[in-house]
């Protein structure tokens, strides 16, 4: 169990985003539907940054 804490917060700007499942597109099966959709994840990834220490109480 974690400790409490008495800290407060600016509220200046949003968080990272929640870790979301992973885009698959509909691509038949195979090594080039892999690398697309990995490449998506890591394009994604980049453009909208995730963490798991997203969600703020408020």
Same mark, same amino acid.
């Given at each position: ?31 080039? =539907? /892999?690398?697309?959709? +990995?490449? $998506? ?9 995730? =963490? /798991?220490?997203?969600? +703020?109480? $408020?």
């Amino acid at each position: 169990m974690l400790p409490p804490y008495n800290t407060s917060f600016p509220a200046m700007a949003y968080g990272p985003m929640c870790p979301q499942q992973a885009t698959t597109l509909p691509l038949p099966s195979g090594f080039l =539907a /892999e690398k697309v959709n +990995y490449l $998506t994840n890591s394009v994604y990834n980049l453009v909208i940054p995730s =963490a /798991e220490d997203c969600v +703020y109480k $408020t």
